[in-house]
Structures are given as structure tokens and as C-alpha cells.
């Protein structure tokens, strides 16, 4: 079992800067990816970013260049700075990691908003 517990969010304006924390507990060496979500109503959910166990990062098109995907595995965390929010961002972000066995754990969710 994996635990994740999101912190960060909250209501900046326009161009500002946010940082998300995602801390991890349970069997955190069996985690192999996490990552970052994020739904807002009446959406599908999108992936955000992740980062494997090898330091393997991918990001959705529309978040390149302004959010960064960070992992301390020391630390058994993960983050998420934000950049230049557009309030196209607002949304519930949750943290996700899957383990080797491919089991899938989420956090519950902290929201942003952005706006305008």
C-alpha cells in the first residue's frame, strides 16, 4: 500500500507561481512512476507530468516550458512548480504513483485556481 498526501494549491492571479508537494508513505520503494493529474469540472481527467524511478519526465503539450515535474526520493516526495498560471490551469490536481506490481494509488486532490 502506498499513501499520498497532496499540498500547495490555492488561488493565485494570473502569472504567478504555485508549488505542489505530494509526500509519500507505505511501500514507497516499490513506486516505479508518479506523476500529477489534474480534473476540473465537466472534464476528462489529464496527465500533468510524471517522472519514472530513472528520471524519465513527459508533460502535456500545454504546460511545457512553464511547469517543472521534481522528485526526492530521500525525502519521498514530488513536486510540482508552476509557472506563468493561466486560469486555463484551474483545476483539482491529484498525485498518482504506480508501483511495480502495477497497482495505482491517489492522493485526494488539491485544487487551483487561477484567476484572470
Known amino acids: 500500500q502506498v499513501q499520498l498526501v497532496e499540498s500547495g494549491g490555492g488561488l493565485m492571479q494570473a502569472g504567478g507561481s504555485l508549488r505542489l508537494s505530494c509526500a509519500a508513505s507505505g511501500r514507497f520503494a516499490s513506486i516505479t512512476t508518479m506523476g500529477w493529474y489534474r480534473q476540473a469540472p465537466g472534464k476528462q481527467r489529464e496527465l500533468v507530468a510524471s517522472i519514472s524511478v530513472v528520471g524519465r519526465i513527459n508533460y502535456l503539450d500545454s504546460v511545457k516550458g512553464r511547469f517543472t515535474i521534481s522528485r526526492d526520493n530521500t525525502k519521498r516526495s514530488m513536486y510540482l512548480q508552476m509557472n506563468g498560471l493561466k486560469p486555463e490551469d484551474t483545476s483539482v490536481y491529484l498525485c498518482?504513483?504506480?508501483?511495480?506490481?502495477?497497482?495505482?494509488?491517489w492522493g485526494q486532490g488539491t485544487q487551483v485556481t487561477v484567476s484572470s
Open positions: 498518482y504513483a504506480r508501483t511495480y506490481t502495477g497497482d495505482d494509488y
